[in-house]
């Protein structure tokens, strides 16, 4: 019987109905929206319509993910002030100046290129601070709002809101675009913008109301308590959620190096064109849908937690996403009867198994260890994926090329891409046991002691 069968579930105080899960996957979806036009369509207008080289965006995206890394300091601060709406809705007006200004810098490119990369630097570094702010508040407001049988099925209902954000947004970008100028650019980027910031608005407008720490306990600082580098010590200093820091370093960096490999490595060694590489990659991006879906319905939600604790689905999906790389580091030798979609469907399958389920296990870690913490703490966590994930790619290409120029074999170099990312997610499904061996409350799903329920949303 898994943990969750023998502990009273946590009941959170003003818990989320399924509703207030929606709007909350409301605030991501418009999150997304400004998220992709910056990191894919301006990507490539500087790469094609700017003939500029490849790294200059690589670099502005690198920056974005690096700003990253003070997700802590956000995250203290709403543990400071006690709400997580008003760092919810001031990062994503930060985000949509940024995403605003990132537009308007492609077109000061086109006549002055150092100005217009000044203004693209100084336009991700407000977009790396919007997506750290809103996102970091956003998480911990779901995890602390959401009992514990549903956290895996919100995790999916909030991510897949996101997805679909992304793809509406490139869609009707993409005609409104079309035919392409600077200006349009912008005027568009700013629509989207101002729309995903009203949808915010919207969306979790009064759906906070006071948080715990405003009703029953004066706020930090009139605790006279410690600072922002001791709080992020004390949760270093907390086995769990160091342990928790360390696996979602190693899984994310793993999950990350294959972003830039899958589609190079499918042309390379299988033959196959652009275009099929590219369904390839939808293949992948479906099995990662069914992996999700899959949790939901079974972990939570619908399976109501009889089909195994979030630690039970982490620790499987990072085994699972090992077999796959491990499987993908053979395909070369063995050639074209080798069955590349399926084994990149079962890739996809793994990979969304243990995404959701580290997003379900972080929302039951996030109330573990000292109060008034959780914003904090879910900073650290952030940054680490954040770190991991501006590293990821560059450390997959860096291996590809480096075994590739020794051993002058591509399906060398891709096998050993591959055989990292299987030893990393071997690491992770072991640290992932150490987290849970490190506590038992509230830790990768298991819940901790029961709160009272005050009101549904």
Known sequence: MSAPDTVSEVIPENELGWLGIIRIGLVQLALGSIVVLTTSTLNRVMVVELALPAMLPGALVGLHYAIQILRPRWGYGSDVGGRRTPWIIGGMFVLGVGGVLAAASTGIMETSLMLGVALAVAAFTLIGCGVGAAGTSLLVFLAVRVRARRRAAAATIVWLMMIAG??????VAGHLLDPF????????????????????????????????????????????????????????????????????????????????????????????????????SGVHHGGVF???????????????????????????????????????????????????????????????????????????????????????????????????????????????????????????????????????????????????????????????QPRTRLSNV
């Open 166 to 171: 992304i793809a509406v947004t490139a869609g």
């Open 181 to 280: 100028t600077f200006d349009r650019l912008v005027v568009v980027t700013a629509v989207v913008s101002a729309f995903a910031f009203l949808m915010t608005i919207v969306a979790i407008w009064r759906l906070e109301g006071k948080s715990a720490a405003v009703r029953h306990t004066p706020k930090l600082q009139d605790q006279n308590q410690p600072g922002f580098m001791h709080a992020v010590r004390d949760i270093w200093n907390e086995p769990k959620s160091r342990h928790f820091a360390v696996f979602v370093f190693a899984s994310m960096l793993a999950y990350s190096a294959q972003d830039l490999i899958l589609e190079p490595f499918a042309g390379a060694v299988f033959g196959m064109t652009p275009g099929e590489s590219t369904k390839l």
């Open 290 to 448: 069914v992996g999700m879906i899959l949790v939901a319905l079974l972990g939570t939600g619908f399976g109501k937690g009889r089909f195994g604790s979030m630690r039970v689905w982490t620790v499987g999906g990072c085994i699972a996403s090992a077999v796959a790389h491990t499987s993908l580091a053979l395909a070369g030798s063995i050639g074209p009867t080798f069955p590349l979609v399926p084994a990149v469907f079962f890739l996809g399958v793994a990979n969304g198994t243990f995404a959701v389920a580290a997003i379900g296990s972080m929302m039951g870690l996030v109330r573990s260890g000292k109060e008034n913490r959780e914003g904090t703490r879910m900073g650290v966590w952030g940054a680490a994926q954040a770190l991991a994930f501006g590293i990821g790619g560059f450390i997959g290409t860096m291996v590809l090329d480096g075994v590739r120029f020794v051993s002058g074999s591509p399906e060398t170099a891709f096998a050993a891409v591959f055989a990292l990312e299987a030893a990393l997610f071997v690491v992770s499904a072991k640290l992932a046991l150490g987290v849970s061996k490190a506590g038992r409350d509230d830790a990768l799903g298991m819940p901790a």
